[in-house]
Every structure is written in C-alpha cells, then in structure tokens.
C-alpha cells in the first residue's frame, strides 16, 4: 500500500479572533498537495480571515496551522516564497505596462531580470494576454485586470497558488476562461486554495471543499459527495403567485422536505417527474415547473437556510 503523504496544508482547531469577535471558530482540515480545494460560503463566514492565516499574512490566534510542514508564525518568510497569492482586490500598477507589471513583481523574488522577462512572456501567453504586452493596465478589462493579477502571481512558480474570490465581478466569458487556466496550472501540479462564494465555480474547480457559515465548517466533501450526503437527486421548481400561496402550501407533504422561496416553492425529491404528476393529481397548477439536478446552492440551503448568491 503507498504510504499516504503528509498534507501540504493542516489545520486543527484553528482560530482567528479580533478582539471579542471570532471569524474563525475552531477549525479543522487539510490540503493534499496537488488538489484544488475550496472555502465555500457567504461573505463574512471566515473564509478571507482563514486564507490571510495560510498566506502568513495574519498571525493565528489559537489552534494549529503547518504549511509545508512549517510553522507560519516562525516560517512565514519561508512559506511565502513558495506561494503565490491572488487577493480578492487586483493591485496591479496601473501607471506600468502589463509587460512591467510582471518583470518587477518578479524582481521582488530576486530573480534576474532576464528570468523575470522570458516568465513574464511565457504567463502573457498562458493567461492570453500577449498582444496586450505593452497596453497601460488601466484601460484593461476586469477579466484582463484578473488574468494578469493571476499571471503575476505565478511569476515565483509557487508550489501552491491562493486565490481570494478569484472571479467576482467577472461577466461569464470571462470567468470561464479563469477558470481554464486555473484548471490548466492544477494539471501541472500547482496546488489551488480558494475562496468563493460562487456555486458553480465551487463545483467546476474544487476537488473538495468545505461549506462555511458564522466562522465554523458545517461540511466537507467532494461538491458530488455533498450533494449526495444532504440533498435528494433531483429538485422540483414551482412558481406560483401570491395569490396561489394556498396551492404551493397543498403539495408540500408530498415530499419529506420542502423549501419556500419568494414566489417560488422547491420540493426535494429522487423523482422529479413523479413528484410533478403527483402535483397534477391534486389538481394544482403552478406557472411553470422545472425538474433540475440538486446542486451546492441545494446543499447550502438545507445547511444554513440562505442563498450564497450576495
């Protein structure tokens, strides 16, 4: 049997306090090297406060944190010569080239300036933004602005890559072709940590994550596991008006759990289609039905009881 290697991110007990309030209450987890792994939850849940504890850049309050094996509040130096960060704001120059803005990030490595050239041309075309080389950052697009904050960051070719909400803000062209290249580095080995309060890009990149609500974790899991473990296979959508309020209430005991949102009621069930024509034998006639799969939002929603979508 191959021995199992030790986690390249473990956590135990950990939290981060300022002053009387918790933002991270005790946790615990683990990264294996070469994973894409996901804190998953609304704003202020603690995952930003946990991600500035892994990149060594806030100081743990209680619990245990090792990072390659070391120890951030002694190693910290040393962690973070071998991470690259993409915080949730760009801080690009923006009075530099998109060119420069790489060569000199680079140079803050230590790196000769003809290494940090021939990197900052190989990433430009990694993140396609080689014929925008000699363009002023501030006229760049978001999605632009977010490829090269994201290229940036892997100017050091860190062994694991932090990326704080990496596509929030971004219309979905351009947060698919994100999430491409962050696909592509996992491919090369590059460890993923990230935050989002996204569904859908949970579940497009993470090979595990855990949920996070009020500081605490209240899952973990592949986004497939999650849903198998708390949510049915299949939900069934039914829009109604106010007024057929009285409908929606008629077919809830027609499955073991039922959700009622605004205007819209959802029913948890293994068989939508079945779950519909029961809906039809009791005479009720909703605007419109939709038998989906269960995704994360399904998952979030039986944990906490609210939308992740801020």
């Given amino acids: 049997m191959a021995q199992r290697t030790e986690p390249l991110i473990r956590a135990e007990k950990l939290s981060k306090r300022f002053g009387a309030f918790v933002a991270v209450d005790g946790i615990d987890f683990a990264v294996d090297r070469g994973e894409a792994f996901g804190f998953l939850g609304p704003n202020g849940a603690g995952k930003s406060s946990t991600m500035r504890m892994i990149g060594c850049v806030s100081p743990v309050s209680d619990g245990t944190l090792r990072i390659f094996d070391l120890d951030p509040a002694t190693d910290g130096v040393q962690i973070r010569g071998r991470v690259g960060v993409v915080p949730q704001q760009d801080s690009l120059d923006e009075e530099l080239t998109v060119f420069e803005n790489l060569v000199v990030y680079g140079r803050y490595f230590?790196?000769?300036?003809?290494?940090?050239?021939?990197?900052?041309?190989?990433?430009l075309d990694f993140v396609q933004l080689r014929d925008r080389a000699d363009s002023r950052v501030e006229p760049l697009s978001g999605g632009m602005k977010r490829r090269l904050t994201i290229a940036r960051?892997?100017?050091?070719?860190?062994?694991?890559?932090?990326?704080?909400?990496?596509?929030?803000?971004?219309?979905?062209?351009?947060?698919?072709?994100?999430?491409?290249r962050l696909y592509r580095l996992k491919q090369r080995g590059v460890t993923l940590v990230l935050t989002t309060h996204y569904m859908d890009e949970a579940e497009q990149l993470c090979d595990r994550l855990v949920i996070m609500d009020n500081g605490r974790i209240v899952a973990e899991g592949s986004p497939r596991q999650l849903i198998e473990r708390y949510i049915t296979r299949e939900v069934l959508e039914l829009r109604f008006t106010e007024a057929d309020e009285a409908d929606a209430q008629a077919v809830v005991d027609l499955v073991e759990r039922a959700e009622a949102l605004p205007e819209r009621l959802l029913l948890y069930t293994d068989d939508g289609e079945q779950t519909l024509e029961h809906v039809h034998q009791r005479n009720v006639r909703p605007l419109s039905a939709l038998v989906r799969r269960a995704t994360l939002e399904d998952v979030f929603l039986r944990l906490t009881g609210r939308s992740l979508v801020e």
């Fill in 110 to 123: 230590d790196l000769p300036r003809s290494v940090c050239r021939e990197r900052a041309h190989e990433l």
């Fill in 153 to 180: 960051s892997l100017m050091s070719e860190p062994e694991m890559l932090l990326l704080d909400e990496p596509t929030t803000g971004l219309d979905p062209q351009a947060r698919h072709l994100v999430w491409d």
